[in-house]
DNA sequence: AAACCGGGGCA
DNA sequence: TGCCCAGGTTT
């Protein structure tokens, strides 16, 4: 099988277990710039403390610098170093993080700091593979620190950063997707330097966040501009490919509205899910999914619809009021909204979940916003 | 209103 | 293992 093997098959096998598009100019420039243009007097940017470089990096997740900034001096004043952060309180961190967002990063953070006490002396470890272990450090993030820290040659591959290679590299696909994140990696990976990692990796970051940016990049003014492929093919607005808007889901449902001498029939919900705990019309078969192309199927439902109304009182007449939909965070609900009529109040009511309500306290009742919009147009 | 985001968590 | 989400900000 070997001896069957064409030149150019060899070639590939051994540029597979190498790394690929390999590129010292790249590396070469962008280290050139960092230094002549990039940013330097961050405050992590003082000190090769892995503590304070985790810290930093940990905080800059999704988050602006100029939002960490005054976070990350109050933090290490507090806290100036790992044990005094381990030894903390979980209210105390909690209170220093307030305002920051995303406070799984501050629970990760603390049980972090107590980890690298209790299994590393306090040392964080130099290997990224190790960081990688400890909560709230990703791939990219263990890179980061093990870089900026011990001057460890690891790549990171952040949102920046994606950005930049899919441009420079004309990347096509959604950086998001496997193969894409994978072959991004690859790239981060071979354009590796052999030295001046810090700046190298500051580089990448301060590229993304002050030239190379989502909107209106600063190509003029950039270092990669005569090998940047995006910008050679004028497709910078269009690399890195957004994120495939993912179908809107949407969700039906059939609601009673059951109005009889100024009072009107509302239903409990339950405490879990959609509207949980408050008051709404009574519904029938619940919430399901459908394709928007479908119509309602309401005729399926009048029976039970019947049968539910019947309960209450003397049914003398059905109809369907206009639909109308409301926009949830995942999904659309389109309401059916069905009227009726009847001549005479039940007595009993079948089940305490259902209550009538005077038609006159709807707007200032605990209802979905767009059940009382509904209520009140009726009123 | 819609895109974007590193890591966690869950199918 | 791979996909999707929570919970924020920015455009």
């Not at 960092?34 to 940017?45: D, V």
């Not at 304070?52 to 976070?71: D, F, G, H, K, N």
């Not at 190379?212 to 005569?226: D, H």
């Not at 957004?242 to 009673?256: D, E, F, I, S």
Request: a positive charge.
């Amino acid at each position: 099988m070997t001896s069957s093997r064409t030149p150019s098959q060899s070639t590939d096998a051994i540029s597979e277990s190498q790394p690929r598009y390999r590129d010292p100019e790249f590396s070469a420039a962008l280290i050139a710039w960092q230094k002549q243009h990039g940013r330097h007097a961050l405050p992590w940017q003082q000190s090769d403390d892995a503590y304070r470089v985790w810290l930093s990096e940990i905080m800059l997740q999704q988050t602006q610098v100029t939002a960490v900034l005054p976070y990350y001096q109050r933090f290490l004043q507090s806290f100036p170093s790992v044990f005094a952060l381990a030894e903390a309180s979980s209210e105390q961190v909690m209170e220093h993080w307030s305002g920051l967002g995303y406070y799984t990063r501050a629970r990760n953070l603390h049980q972090c700091a107590k980890l690298v006490v209790a299994q590393y002396q306090g040392q964080f470890p130099s290997d990224p593979v190790l960081l990688q272990e400890l909560p709230g450090i990703g791939r990219s993030t263990a890179a980061a620190i093990s870089a900026f820290s011990y001057g460890t040659i690891a790549a990171i591959l952040d949102g920046n950063v994606k950005r930049v290679l899919a441009r420079v590299f004309a990347v096509d696909g959604y950086p998001g997707s496997k193969p894409i994140e994978d072959a991004l990696w690859l790239r981060a990976q071979a354009l590796l330097p052999q030295q001046d990692i810090q700046a190298y990796t500051q580089g990448l970051m301060d590229l993304g966040a002050t030239l190379c940016t989502r909107n209106s990049p600063s190509c003029e003014r950039c270092p990669m501009q005569t090998r940047c492929l995006a910008y050679a093919q004028g497709r910078t607005a269009e690399l890195p490919v957004r994120k495939p808007k993912k179908l809107q889901k949407h969700k039906q449902a059939l609601m009673l509205v059951l109005i009889h001498e100024g009072q009107v029939l509302l239903e409990q919900r339950p405490d879990s899910g959609i509207w949980g705990g408050l008051l709404s019309l009574p519904e029938i078969g619940g919430m399901r999914d459908f394709q928007a192309t479908e119509v309602l199927a309401m005729s399926e439902q009048l029976p039970a619809a019947r049968q539910l109304f019947g309960q209450f009182g003397e049914l003398t007449e059905m109809l369907a009021l206009p639909d109308f939909s409301h926009v949830f965070t995942h999904f659309k609900l389109h309401v059916t909204p069905l009227r009726a009529s009847i001549s005479k109040r039940h007595a009993m009511v079948a089940e305490a979940r259902y209550v009538w309500t005077d038609m006159a306290k709807i707007s200032s009742a605990a209802l979905p916003a767009p059940i009382k919009t509904l209520l009140l147009t009726l009123a």
